[in-house]
């Protein structure tokens, strides 16, 4: 059986899109895959039973057996000074052993740091299990480099490939030095996904379950959100602020008519009223005409933002984005080196 352990530099990374991406591939080269994530942090409630996420939408619409033996279902640090390290591993190693295919996509935690105190952190798994490792590394500043640098020095000789994903603008000149740089530690770049906005964006309608909102004007429609705007400006300059950005979202005290008023007829996507405060009933019927949801929160703004851009920073790539993740990773990556180098 090969194995294949994709880890990463840092939370959010994209590292999910692009196991799931990989199983997609394998699959369709006629492997008989599997998925294993030994440690669940992103726990979903199904009726009674509780299980990690990613797992659940791999197994339900993927069709690919999945294991996840242990899931964080309480505070990490409840979870950490409660929770025997010995009998960690063994349940580890216990699902590992039923895992009976061709190739199992082994997920890491958030980062390679995470469940070091239990001793089950990406690079101690990566002893248990005897598998090489993937490192996925979001290219979220230059210090990002660092910390490849030290993973490779805590990981040996078991990660030698390295995938940076979410390059955009002047970084892409930067990549082939480093490539060179990189070489003389043993480490290869395969790949350098470019920042795609439509992986990054939420739909209006999960928006409104983020913050628990009420529609007061339905979309209908449920469009792209890619970015936020806070309303905390000037009525006279909110005509060029808001005209000039693409696919945005207000957040906005509900009781700022004048600035939903310019939002609304400068195509915003969706208009968010905080505080509890409904727009006037003309502001709500200029956004029945120009088609425009309006979601009431009973939130602050601030506090509104907050559980917006948490949600944003918890992306799940599903439907239509794996689709798109999977052709990026493609066309971005040298998939048969990668495969040929982990003996498939």
Do not use: W
Not at 76 to 87: H, M, T, V
């Amino acid at each position: 059986m090969k194995k294949m352990l994709i880890s990463s530099t840092e939370s959010y990374s994209g590292k999910s899109g692009i196991a799931i991406s990989l199983l997609m591939i394998l699959s369709e080269r006629g492997y008989n895959v599997g998925y294993f994530k030994p440690i669940g942090l992103n726990i979903i409630r199904l009726q009674e039973e509780i299980c990690d996420e990613d797992a659940y939408f791999i197994k339900k619409d993927l069709g690919i057996e999945v294991s996840c033996p242990i899931l964080l279902d309480r505070p990490y640090i409840d979870f950490a000074i409660s929770e025997d390290p010995l009998k960690l591993k063994k349940e580890i190693m216990d699902a590992f052993s039923r895992m009976k295919k061709d190739v199992v996509i082994i997920e890491g935690s958030q980062d390679y740091q995470t469940g070091a105190s239990l001793g089950i952190c990406d690079v101690e798994l990566s002893k248990m299990l005897d598998s090489k490792v993937l490192m996925v590394a979001k290219f979220s500043s230059d210090f990002v480099i660092d910390r490849i640098v030290i993973a490779k020095k805590l990981f040996n000789e078991r990660l030698h490939h390295v995938i940076l994903n979410q390059v955009s603008g002047y970084k892409k000149s930067y990549i082939k030095t480093l490539a060179e740089n990189f070489k003389k530690l043993d480490l290869e770049i395969l790949g350098m996904i470019p920042k795609d906005i439509s992986l990054m964006s939420l739909k209006v309608s999960e928006i409104a379950k983020a913050i628990d909102g009420e529609f007061l004007v339905k979309p209908e429609k449920d469009e792209d959100v890619e970015k936020l705007i806070v309303g905390l400006i000037r009525s006279e300059s909110a005509s060029s602020q808001l005209g000039q950005a693409e696919n945005y979202a207000l957040v906005v005290s509900g009781d700022r008519n004048d600035i939903i008023n310019i939002a609304i007829q400068s195509g915003a996507k969706c208009v968010i009223a905080t505080g509890n405060l409904e727009p006037s009933s003309m502001v709500l019927a200029l956004a029945e005409r120009k088609r425009v949801p309006v979601i009431l929160s009973k939130l602050d703004t601030a506090t509104t933002m907050m559980r917006i851009q948490e949600k944003f920073g918890r992306i799940r790539i599903r439907g239509e984005k794996i689709k798109r993740m999977k052709k990026l990773l493609e066309e971005n990556m040298d998939v048969d080196r990668l495969l040929r180098d982990f003996g498939l």
